[in-house]
T-cell receptor, first 113, second 113 residues
Framework: DGGITQSPKYLFRKEGQNVTLSCEQN?????MYWYRQDPGQGLRLIYY???????QKGDIAEGYSVSREKKESFPLTVTSAQKNPTAFYLC????????????FGQGTRLTVV | AQTVTQSQPEMSVQEAETVTLSCTYD???????LFWYKQPPSRQMILVIR??????QNATENRFSVNFQKAAKSFSLKISDSQLGDAAMYFC??????????FGTGTRLTIIP
């Protein structure tokens, strides 16, 4: 079945450590996105990529990094520079057409302990 | 920059009744797409309905319909015959060109049995 998969579902990190969240899609979508969701703040865009080997910062990119070496994969690294990393992270993918819907993964809940 | 505003953090409705969720947006573009997404307790984002800005006819999907007022930059979602399964967070979103999908802060909908 086609879809978008995030792993792990829950992740715990000690302060000062980097951690990488996985996002894989087999929908043949060109565009991929990472959003952060906090209570009362909706979905805020961290990074997005419209083509392999290229990506752009979103509204809250500080403390995060990404790579897009393969069309199917768009991992997000939460670095120690991210001051408040505890949040729910959603990955999405879409075609690059204007009317396309975005397909979302099931999310990763990151907790800093 | 495009912004999306949802002014109702929470709404409630009696089962089988009708409820309208509000959304306004700010853009200088003339051709764009608007979406309503649903996020149930599972946190899986699901597309509810989409509207093309150049179409005057309001989109409808079964019990879900929109009231799109382009001049007023308003895009409300009407849910008819509300069901318990409609309980969720609802997000309004805007998409233009190859830009990021921009979300509002969401409205939490409670269905009262």
């Amino acid at each position: 079945d086609g879809g978008i998969t995030q792993s792990p579902k829950y992740l715990f990190r000690k302060e000062g450590q980097n951690v990488t969240l996985s996002c894989e899609q087999n929908l043949n979508h060109d565009a991929m996105y990472w959003y952060r969701q906090d209570p009362g703040q909706g979905l805020r865009l961290i990074y997005y990529s419209q083509i392999v080997n290229d990506f752009q910062k979103g509204d809250i990119a500080e403390g995060y990094s990404v790579s897009r070496e393969k069309k199917e994969s768009f991992p997000l690294t939460v670095t120690s520079a991210q001051k408040n990393p505890t949040a729910f992270y959603l990955c999405a993918s879409s075609t690059n057409y204007l009317n396309t819907e975005a397909f979302f993964g099931q999310g990763t809940r990151l907790t800093v302990v | 920059a495009q912004t999306v505003t949802q002014s109702q953090p929470e709404m409630s409705v009696q089962e089988a009744e009708t409820v309208t969720l509000s959304c306004t947006y700010d853009t200088s573009e003339s051709d764009y797409y608007l979406f309503w997404y649903k996020q149930p307790p599972s946190r899986q984002m699901i597309l509810v309905i989409r509207q093309e800005a150049y179409k005057q006819q309001n989109a409808t999907e079964n019990r879900f319909s929109v009231n799109f007022q382009k001049a007023a930059k308003s895009f409300s979602l009407k849910i008819s015959d509300s069901q318990l399964g409609d309980a969720a967070m609802y997000f309004c979103a805007y998409n233009f060109g190859n830009e990021k999908l921009t979300f509002g802060t969401g409205t939490r909908l409670t269905i009262i049995p």
